[in-house]
Structure formats: C-alpha cells, structure tokens
C-alpha cells in the first residue's frame, strides 16, 4: 500500500532562490536575519480562508487495521516532511501576510524574496528602516502564529 506521502502532489516550487536571498542579504549596510522556530508546528491552518490540506485515506480503526473503506482527513496545521510541505508552507505564509499588507507594507512586501520556508534574511539601507522592518516582521510573524522569531 502507498504511503501518503507516495501519492501527494508536491506543488509547485515557490521559494526564492537562495543564491538570490544571499546576494540580497550583502546588498545594503543594515541587515536582519530571523528564523521562526516553530513554524510548521505553529502555522494553523484553520486561519486560512480555504481548506487546503483536507485528502482522502483509507479508513483506520483503533487497532490500527485499515479498512477498504475511504474517508476524509485535514490536518489542522502545516505538517513537516510531507512532500507538499515546502509549497503549503509558502502558500500558507504569502496567503495570511496578504491579509495585512496595509499594517505592515515593508515586511509584506520584502517576506516573498527574503522569506526561506521560516527563514527570514533582508538587508536595508539605514538604520531607521532596519528597526521598521524588524517591528513588521516580528508582528508579522507573531500575527500568523509563528512565535521565536530570533
């Protein structure tokens, strides 16, 4: 029997290429790194307007003896190591910072090209907008649940 991960679509490739985060990273004088720790474990699906992780499976009983009969599971936050990870991951992030691209336009704006899965590296030409993109990105990350950012 295939497993899920055996039969799930990997999705497109939406991250940024990362020679091209690093070469961004060395463009200006200020710069700002962030890894949000928990990304997966915290990233809560239940916040995003459509049901994206919700798949068919065989029916499992307590004994743990699948049965020939299907039935519908959705995992209710971002789950790691699964094929679709990485693209759920992204789609996930870019969906929930579209949502407050008004309060926080700088982070909104930088997290599609400076955002590595829960990797966030930047840099910026002064210091006042370093300390501005490190406020957006600290609530930005603390909007959609992914706490310890360091």
Aim: charge should be positive; hydrophobic fraction near 40%.
């Amino acid at each position: 029997m295939p497993t899920l991960n055996d039969t799930l679509e990997v999705g497109p490739n939406l991250l940024p290429e990362t020679v091209g985060c690093l070469l961004r990273f060395r463009m200006h004088e200020f710069a700002i790194t962030g890894n949000g720790q928990k990304a997966f474990v915290q990233l809560s699906l239940r916040k995003l307007d459509r049901d994206v992780t919700r798949f068919f499976w065989y029916k499992l009983l307590q004994n743990k003896t699948f049965l020939n009969e299907v039935t519908i599971y959705r995992f209710t936050h971002l789950p790691f190591g699964l094929a679709c990870s990485p693209f759920l991951q992204c789609t996930a992030t870019r969906e929930l910072t579209s949502k407050y691209m008004k309060e926080i336009s700088t982070a909104a704006l930088m997290q599609d090209k400076n955002l590595y899965m829960d990797d966030f590296v930047a840099s910026i030409e002064t210091k006042p907008q370093i300390i501005t993109l490190y406020r957006e990105i600290t609530d930005l990350m603390l909007s959609i649940k992914i706490p310890d950012l360091k």
